[in-house]
């Protein structure tokens, strides 16, 4: 019995490795077999494109899948674009910013519709006949056939941003530029408002390399601020005409920034609170 209780202490030890070693394995990405892709119990026809190396200056574009399903008019078919990104962030980007979606408001082109479903880290471009009718559920079916199939909404990463005094429609993803500069991290900003006050309130989208935010750091107008602490971690910038601005690479690897019309005092309250809850977020 005493030499079972000596060697369970190891033998626990060694269970609870193996665990953290296979929860540290990364997970497969799911395949998807296209041929296998039904719209409706059709299947598509046999001129599947795949370009794993699409070039149409679309930032972190890593895939572009075209497929056509036969409809019961004779001649009409439905078209699929599938666009595949390197992240969600990077479709949610796209999404947002290109000024080639309407959300769930079809788009006529021509003589064809064109509807449009972001999921995840995938875009599903839908472009049919102008004079037939697809039931949005069963675009939304057809795109929940896909691994990790999500669309709709903001990434839950937004929901580390404070939650007061938020502008409605001024949430934006920025992937090229950040507060005017060269981005070297995707992130998410929201605007705020109180009264004649307003500010910004961003946060990275993932951890961020110490030299990445460095390199971003040393394009800021860097200043003294004036009636607070200096804190060494933080950088204090001029973002424009009475423009401040704090930002910080928190530990850990996310990067908080705040920046607005507003004086230092007030600025400093706003940074705290938004670095807490960033810092405090589990994503």
Same mark, same amino acid.
Request: contains cysteine; aromatic residues 14%.
């Given at each position: ?6 060697? =369970? ?22 395949? /998807? ?14 001129? !599947? ?8 200056? !679309? ?8 497929? &056509? ?10 078209? /699929? ?7 969600? /962030?990077?479709? =949610? ?21 064109? #509807? ?15 004079? &037939? ?16 199939? &999500? ?46 006050? #307003?500010?910004?309130?961003? %946060?990275?989208?993932?951890? /961020? ?10 394009? =800021? ?8 602490? %200096? ?53």
């Amino acid at each position: 019995m005493n030499r079972f209780l000596s060697v =369970l202490p190891k033998f626990v030890c060694f269970c609870a490795a193996a665990l953290v070693l296979c929860a540290c394995e990364p997970k497969e990405e799911e395949t /998807v077999d296209y041929t296998e892709l039904c719209y409706n119990d059709r299947w598509p026809m046999d001129d !599947i494109r795949i370009d794993d190396n699409p070039n149409e200056n !679309i930032k972190a574009l890593v895939k572009r899948v075209d497929l &056509r399903y036969p409809m019961n008019m004779t001649g009409d078919t439905l078209d /699929v674009t599938i666009l595949e990104f390197k992240s969600d /962030v990077y479709a =949610l980007d796209y999404y947002m910013n290109s000024g080639r979606f309407q959300g769930i408001v079809p788009i006529l082109r021509g003589s064809f519709l064109e #509807q449009s479903i972001r999921s995840a880290s995938r875009i599903f471009i839908f472009k049919h006949d102008s004079f &037939r009718r697809y039931e949005r559920s069963d675009l939304e079916s057809y795109v929940h056939q896909f691994p990790n199939a &999500r669309h709709g909404g903001f990434p839950q990463e937004f929901l580390s941003l404070p939650f007061e005094h938020r502008e409605p429609g001024h949430t934006s993803v920025l992937t090229k530029y950040f507060i005017g500069v060269k981005a070297y991290f995707p992130v998410l900003a929201q605007v705020y408002r109180d009264a004649d006050l #307003q500010w910004n309130v961003a %946060r990275s989208w993932d951890l /961020v390399d110490e030299n990445d935010f460095i390199a971003w750091g040393r394009q =800021l107008n860097i200043v003294q601020p004036k009636g607070i602490y %200096r804190e060494t971690s933080t950088l204090y910038f001029n973002a424009g005409e009475g423009v401040n601005g704090m930002a910080t690479r928190l530990p850990g690897g996310r990067v908080v920034a705040v920046w607005g019309y507003l004086d230092w005092t007030d600025l400093e309250r706003k940074f705290f609170t938004a670095s807490d809850r960033v810092y405090g977020a589990r994503y």
